[in-house]
């Protein structure tokens, strides 16, 4: 596999990554010190206490991540475990796809794709994703005339992927274990 596919693979190695060049910059430019400190993940996002699932609507989630991403308490439960993971670019990757899909305007959705392409897609992205060369191919071509559907298939690898990885992780977690008790 290519370097950064093995990097995306391995939050641990991608975090080191993130670390490094941090560290580079800087070593570069004392000046700024106070502007790279080696953040921590930032705060959890609150979950919203009114739309928390029943124990039985949160079991249902274990089989069903179509399900866990239509809720609101659900998705935000698990964006905040992959974000403890260092492993949240699928999820955000996602959530941009699904946001831009729904963007109307030719030009915010030009704005939007270039913006998935290089935060998510491009080879070294800051947030690149692990997602196959015929499906990258496919993508970048979609995007020479942006529309609804140029991520379409990107966007259901990752979605398979987390459904396969991520999904089984969650629903061993302690978080998710209080919720369906």
């Excluded at 502007?35 to 996002?45: F, T, V």
């Excluded at 989630?61 to 609101?72: I, V």
């Excluded at 196959?132 to 990752?158: C, G, W, Y």
Aim: hydrophobic fraction near 35%.
């Amino acid at each position: 596999r290519c370097r950064p596919c093995l990097i995306s693979s391995f939050p641990s190695l991608h975090r080191a990554k993130e670390i490094k060049t941090k560290l580079g910059t800087l070593l570069q430019k004392p000046d700024s010190a106070i502007d790279l400190i080696i953040p921590y993940p930032e705060k959890a996002e609150k979950l919203p206490k009114a739309h928390k699932p029943s124990p039985e609507e949160a079991l249902q989630w274990r089989d069903s991540l179509e399900k866990l991403l239509q809720n609101t308490y659900g998705l935000t439960s698990f964006s905040n475990f992959l974000r403890s993971e260092f492993s949240e670019e699928n999820i955000e990757f996602w959530v941009a796809c699904e946001d831009y899909k729904r963007t109307k305007s030719p030009v915010k959705m030009a704005e939007k794709a270039k913006k998935i392409y290089e935060e998510f897609i491009q080879t070294e992205a800051p947030k690149e994703v692990n997602i196959d060369h015929f499906t990258k191919a496919v993508t970048m071509k979609n995007l020479v005339e942006p529309s609804a559907s140029s991520f379409d298939m990107a966007q259901k690898r990752i979605f398979a992927l987390m459904e396969k990885d991520s999904l089984p992780r969650f629903v061993r977690s302690e978080f998710y274990q209080e919720l369906v008790k």
